[in-house]
């Protein structure tokens, strides 16, 4: 398995302002991923973080939006930017891991956007 | 046709019984297939990763794989009220490498 951290574990804030969302994993991992999750719904991914080059974004979302880093093989961030109530959501990275290429998922971040 | 299909419950069983989860996929070339455990207010937790047709069991767990019939499914035996969750199925598409997800099924174990 993989021991994945995530910062904030929650946050409260308010339309229009932007929170960045950090992922850390406890050794280096090839493949990460974000992945939202509404109310009562099943996950949907954003996109796929890309160590040394830009995220590369699944229909629906962009860049602009949902700006991604990832300096190095362990570490990466997500950026909600000016947000709306319909942010409200639990944003959850992702890493692969093992030779069956395993996916696995940090705590989450559980956003509220009023 | 959504990629990953599953019921989405809810369903309960009685403690002891045998709780049987569906899939079904779109993509017949998908090779790897997936079930997570999500309780209430937590993140996925993998339980069990299937890649070959017919059966694989860890435990009480056992999942099963027809890749003719585009058809996965987990059987949890003894079922507990602690397995009351939702259960996520999930398929690597032969498209990509990330998981394409299905909406969950709600199971609840009554004691």
């Known amino acids: 398995s993989a021991v994945i951290s995530q910062k904030p574990s929650r946050d409260i804030c308010q339309r229009g302002t932007s929170l960045t969302i950090q992922c850390q994993v406890d050794?280096?991992?090839?493949?990460m991923f974000w992945y939202r999750q509404q109310p009562g719904q099943s996950l949907t991914l954003i996109a796929t973080a890309n160590q040394g080059s830009e995220a590369t974004y699944e229909s629906g979302f962009v860049i602009d939006k949902f700006p991604i880093s990832r300096p190095n093989l362990t570490f990466s961030t997500l950026t909600v930017s000016n947000m709306s109530p319909e942010d409200s959501s639990i944003y959850l990275c992702?890493?692969?891991?093992?030779?069956?290429?395993?996916?696995?998922f940090g705590p989450g971040t559980r956003l509220l956007v009023l | 046709q959504k990629e990953v299909e599953q019921n989405s419950g809810p369903l309960s069983v009685p403690e002891g019984a045998i709780a049987s989860l569906n899939c079904t996929y779109s993509d017949r070339g998908s090779q790897s297939f997936f079930w997570y455990r999500q309780y209430s207010g937590k993140s996925p937790e993998l339980i069990m990763f299937i890649y070959s047709n017919g059966d694989k069991e860890d435990g009480r767990f056992t999942a099963q794989l027809n890749k003719a019939s585009q058809y996965v499914s987990l059987l949890i035996r003894d079922s507990q009220p602690s397995d009351s969750a939702t259960y996520l199925c999930a398929v690597v598409l032969s498209s990509a490498r990330q998981l394409t997800f299905g909406s969950g099924t709600q199971l609840t174990v009554l004691p």
């Open positions: 992702s890493v692969v891991r093992g030779a069956e290429e395993t996916q696995y």
């Open positions: 050794s280096q991992v090839t493949m």
